[in-house]
């Protein structure tokens, strides 16, 4: 059979470029997933999901999208269920899929995080190279109001608690609760159906990041639960995950124990659970837990 060189390669093409463009733009235009009369998932757009709060006197948004198209499109499907301004944007973490976008919002709106997650805005990035949040022109953008161990926020009569529970995903990841609809917003602290991410370089732990999530279940009174990259959850998603999470750790460590390398040890998961199979073994081997 004769193959149509030309027409593979236009195919191969094209095949990238909408891959590409996929990962690039984001594959949804951002959407408004109702939870309560008040309380909604932000989905789509480019960076994570996140949520909206509308008090009596204001907005609370949780996280920020990562480019000035995803944030306008956040800031315009809030503005067609209410007319009270965006006055808090609360960052789960410093991931720039949550924080970026924080510069495309007006300079008026106090940005709260975890102070850890604050000072991981002025790290040194992944690839050795400075943060920018350090450039006067983004100063406004920096979280401005930090708390170590809890904070409430007061929306006129209706309240939102913040809450830190430990070190996991990174060292600056934090609870979002609305006690009326039970409902968590966790960002990157649980992922479902895809390996969890630990950031070992933001000084986050595996070993701590089960504990984190077991403090959480014991003091909160959750139902829903809503991450950053994964669909709603209830108490037993979360426990599924911890317990997962604990097998994960045990079998690693039994295998470190009968003397395996890391390459062998990989060997024995799944391909997609590489990266997180190294974090517990230099975890493990180097005597972070
Ligand atoms: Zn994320």
Request: charged share 25%; proline share 2%.
């Amino acid at each position: 059979m004769k193959v149509n060189i030309k027409l593979v390669v236009l195919s191969l093409l094209l095949l990238l470029f909408a891959s590409d463009s996929y990962g690039r733009r984001g594959s949804q235009p951002v959407q408004l997933k109702r939870i309560s009369d008040r309380l909604f998932e932000v989905l789509g757009g480019r960076g994570a999901r996140g949520g909206a709060y509308i008090g009596d006197n204001g907005v609370l948004l949780i996280d920020a999208k990562m480019d000035s198209e995803s944030a306008e499109q956040v800031i315009g499907k809030v503005g067609q269920i209410t007319d009270k301004p965006v006055r808090y944007v609360v960052n789960t973490h410093s991931d720039g899929d949550h924080v970026v976008g924080n510069r495309f919002f007006a300079d008026t709106v106090t940005f709260i995080a975890h102070e850890n997650c604050r000072k991981e805005f002025f790290h040194t990035r992944r690839d050795g190279s400075a943060s920018e949040w350090a450039k006067p022109e983004l100063a406004p953008f920096v979280p401005s109001v930090t708390f170590r161990d809890k904070m409430v926020i007061h929306l006129g009569s209706k309240k939102v608690e913040l809450w830190y529970f430990g070190v996991g995903h990174t060292t600056g990841d934090i609870v979002v609760y609305f006690p009326e609809e039970k409902t968590a917003f966790l960002g990157d602290q649980i992922f479902i159906a895809r390996p969890q991410l630990i950031h070992s370089y933001k000084g986050g732990n595996s070993f701590e990041h089960v504990k984190t999530l077991a403090k959480m279940l014991q003091t909160i009174e959750a139902e829903k639960f809503c991450s950053g990259h994964s669909d709603m959850t209830d108490r037993d998603g979360i426990s599924k995950h911890i317990d997962r999470m604990r097998k994960l750790q045990e079998k690693v460590k039994a295998l470190i124990a009968e003397g395996k390398s890391v390459d062998a040890i990989k060997t024995e998961f799944e391909s997609n659970e590489t990266r997180l199979i190294e974090t517990i073994y230099n975890e493990t081997t180097k005597g972070f837990r």
